[in-house]
């Protein structure tokens, strides 16, 4: 019972520092130039506040004011510290040349908010457990450092669920956070905080965190744009891991903006900062810059249109389908894809993930403490014995009808067990076969690009009860590119439409829905075009490894060919 009462005493004590922390930011913003402080475009910002034409002071009043209206409005934030994001400013305004930068200080002046999952020197670092909370973090990551020596403005956490892993963003130390477009809607997996956040304009770059969508999620639900790199690309170093120690699925750390222009930019200027000099993680792999709409080459485009588990949903089918119409409008060549099966990278994945039987992920969780239904879920199912779920799965195979139509769940169930170390390197050498299969299908296919959706689903429902019925399973549009260690964006592309996008009024009836496996049909039922009408709809571009500026182009590629053959560039709202 002690462990109840901490939690419930440490939550009521983080609650009131946020409060705190809010009180005294609305006290420090008093600019008066907010449109023209905010409309500028991070490069724009940089050669601003460098040139003397912005005051650094008054982007943190301006981004200040954004994030606290961010804040009323979604409950994106953990922690808000502008009077010591001002206090470091005034601190370092003398110029300091970056080795290896073309300009002094490239990210000076641009305010830039972290997940709290990020360590920031004097601040918490929670990931959404009351027990990790009250306890600062001794020393920034690496990745603040370096974004503190390119003269970044850091100033905001963002929340974050209990554990992470999960399709809504909700946890006892910081309540729920909300989609921007629609309250009832989640903002996006474990960095929505950061992408409410950017959604509102409170924010120029979050810094999350992705092991199977965590900023890709929150880029395709709440409008904006993030690209996932290969691990080792970008600093991780200090970014702690909600499954830690975990080496063959690892946490990549990854940026999310609100524009494209602004990700590109942030990811160019990290990188021309020679990150591997600040953490031992990262590759020493110089920026390779990549202007295919300049160039005019025209590209191959793969398209993976349904991962064989979980079909997408009207409206993320349209974005994908229209994406693909104004790209062969371009002249690119768009064809079909059928990659080695996405179900077996879904189980070799999984099993690796949770090879500890999902201790590592509640390790800090306290009686009493919420968590995710669906994380509850497959504790549980891990907990199972091996026997009962196979059983399980035979009875799955013999008694679901039509025939077969629960085959991948089945397969899925029964193999889904706490590993054994042995076990766990049998299962990285099938992790490599696996990629090695990829690596040769899309090499013999010649594609440029795999397109894709980020989930079947627009959105996920706030309630989290939703996200147990879909499951994790449902995931795996985004996490098969963590377990390949590829390179993936995620980008707006319309919005859901409720009577264009609407599923057929006896759709529960038709053999579609009827040869759907269990997790399909859950999937299909949480779908409600018309509660969903207005938000944003995106698809993923799906890169090789390494391929950071080669995705942020063919990302550019696509925004093109949708402004310029397609039903035109998506256009953000603004709150």
């Known amino acids: 019972m002690s462990s109840f009462f901490r939690h419930r005493v440490d939550v009521a004590r983080k609650h009131e520092q946020l409060r705190s922390a809010v009180a005294r ?28 034409d912005v005051d650094p002071v008054d982007v943190l009043h301006a981004y200040g004011r954004r994030a606290l209206a961010a804040h009323e409005a979604t409950n994106c934030l953990a922690d808000l510290f502008l009077d010591h994001a001002l206090a470091d400013h005034a601190a370092s305004e003398r110029p300091r040349p970056v080795p290896g930068s073309d300009t002094p200080r490239p990210l000076l002046g641009v305010p830039v908010s972290i997940k709290d999952c990020i360590d920031v020197a004097g601040h918490d670092t929670t990931l959404g457990f ?51 477009y629609n309250p009832a809607f989640s903002p996006g997996a474990s960095t929505g905080g950061g992408g409410a956040l950017l959604a509102w304009q409170g924010s120029l770059v979050e810094v999350g965190t992705d092991i199977g969508g965590s900023v890709r999620y929150p880029a395709a639900y709440c409008g904006v744009y993030a690209v996932k790199g290969t691990h080792g690309r970008f600093p991780s170093t200090g970014c702690v891991s909600c499954t830690p120690g975990l080496e063959a699925i690892p946490t990549v750390t990854a940026p999310l903006a609100r524009t494209l222009d602004d990700l590109q930019e942030f990811w160019r200027r990290v990188v021309e900062m020679r990150p591997w000099e600040y953490d031992h993680t990262c590759a020493p792999i110089p920026w390779r810059s990549v202007d295919y709409v300049a160039s ?69 969780r306290r009686i009493g403490e919420f ?3 669906a994380l509850l879920t497959v504790r549980f199912i891990l907990r199972l014995p091996l026997w009962l779920k196979q ?48 690596h040769t299908a899309w090499r013999d296919a010649e594609l440029d ?50 009577a264009r996008d609407a599923l057929p009024p006896d759709f529960r009836r038709s053999p579609t829905y009827q040869a759907m496996n269990d997790v399909a049909r859950a999937v299909h039922d949480l779908y409600d075009a ?32 949708l402004a310029e053959s397609g039903p035109g560039a998506f256009l953000p709202r603004r709150f």
């Not at 930011?25 to 402080?37: E, G, Q, R, V």
Request: include cysteine; hydrophobic fraction near 45%; charged fraction near 20%.
């Open 296 to 364: 005019g080459k025209k590209l191959k485009f793969g398209v993976l249109r349904s991962d064989g588990i979980v079909p997408p949903t009207p409206a993320a089918a349209r974005a994908l389908e229209e994406v693909a119409a104004a790209l062969a409008k371009q002249g690119h060549e768009v064809v079909d894809f059928s990659p080695p099966s996405p179900l077996e990278g879904l189980k070799i994945g999984y099993q690796l993930m949770f090879s500890d039987g999902a201790e590592s992920v509640l390790a800090s």
């Open 530 to 561: 018309s509660a969903m009408h207005g938000l944003p709809v995106g698809v993923q571009v799906v890169g090789g490894r390494f391929a950071e500026e080669h995705v942020l182009a063919g990302m550019r590629v696509v925004e093109h060919a």
């Open 371 to 373: 968590v995710n239904p």
């Open 25 to 52: 930011a609305d006290t420090l913003c008093d600019s008066d130039s907010d449109d023209k402080t905010l409309g500028l475009s991070l490069a724009q910002l940089a050669a601003a506040c460098a040139n003397n």
């Open 391 to 438: 059983f399980n799965a035979m009875l799955l195979r013999w008694f679901s009808r039509p025939w077969g139509r629960n085959d991948a769940w089945a397969a899925l169930l029964e193999v889904f067990h706490p590993r054994t170390a042995r076990e766990e390197r049998d299962l990285v050498v099938q992790r490599d076969a696996y990629r090695a299969a990829w």
């Open 130 to 180: 009351s027990a990790r909370a009250g306890h600062p973090a001794p020393a920034d990551a690496p990745l603040v450092r370096l974004l503190r020596d390119a003269g970044a403005l850091l100033y905001a956490k963002t929340a974050l669920p209990t554990a992470c892993l999960s399709f809504e963003c909700s946890s006892d130390l910081f309540g729920a956070t909300t989609n921007p």
């Open 449 to 498: 690009f795999l397109l894709t959706v980020p989930h079947a689903l627009p959105a996920m429902p706030t309630d989290p009860k939703a996200s147990d019925k879909a499951t994790l399973v449902s995931a795996n549009y985004a996490f098969l590119y963590n377990v390949l260690d590829c390179t993936a964006g995620a980008m707006p592309v319309t919005y859901v439409d409720g």
